[in-house]
Every structure is written in C-alpha cells, then in structure tokens.
C-alpha cells in the first residue's frame, strides 16, 4: 500500500511540476490569425503562427497590410 501511494505522489509531482505548455496563439481562429497579420505584417509572433498552420496570409485575394510605422512614445518624467 505504501508503495502504491509513494508512486501515486510521485506521478501527482511530475504532473504539478512539468506542466504542458499551449502556445499564445493555439486558441485563436485562421482568420483572426491573418487578420492580426494585415494590421502588424512583421509582427513575429503572427508570421510564426501563419507559417506553423500553413495559412498562406499573403497569399489571399483579400489580404491587405496596412502601412505600419512604429513610433515609439516619448515620455519624460
């Protein structure tokens, strides 16, 4: 019995301390995924998701980026 119970908290340790991982973006639809993509086409997070899927954002009739310039803010304190 003690045996069984020392093997039971050890499997109920290794579930709490190595947990599994799901990615940022696992949730999220294709279309929101490239819809992301037309208002930030570099963003590295979004290029990774479309090309891990397949989703060939670029390549639709009806992807458009949007002209994006990063500005940072200038804040003075």
């Known amino acids: 019995?003690?045996?069984?119970?020392?093997?039971?908290?050890?499997l109920l340790s290794i579930f709490i301390i190595f947990p599994s991982y799901a990615g940022v973006y696992d949730d999220w639809p294709d279309?929101?995924?490239?819809?992301?993509?037309?208002?930030r086409p570099n963003h590295k997070g979004y290029l990774e998701e479309n090309k891990k899927r397949d989703l060939n954002c670029f390549e639709r009739e009806d992807f458009?980026?949007?002209?994006?310039?990063?500005?940072?803010?200038k804040m003075y304190m």
């Open 1 to 10: 019995m003690k045996k069984i119970l020392k093997i039971l908290s050890l």
């Open 31 to 39: 279309e929101a995924i490239c819809t992301w993509l037309e208002q």
């Open 64 to 73: 458009s980026p949007r002209d994006y310039v990063y500005e940072p803010l």
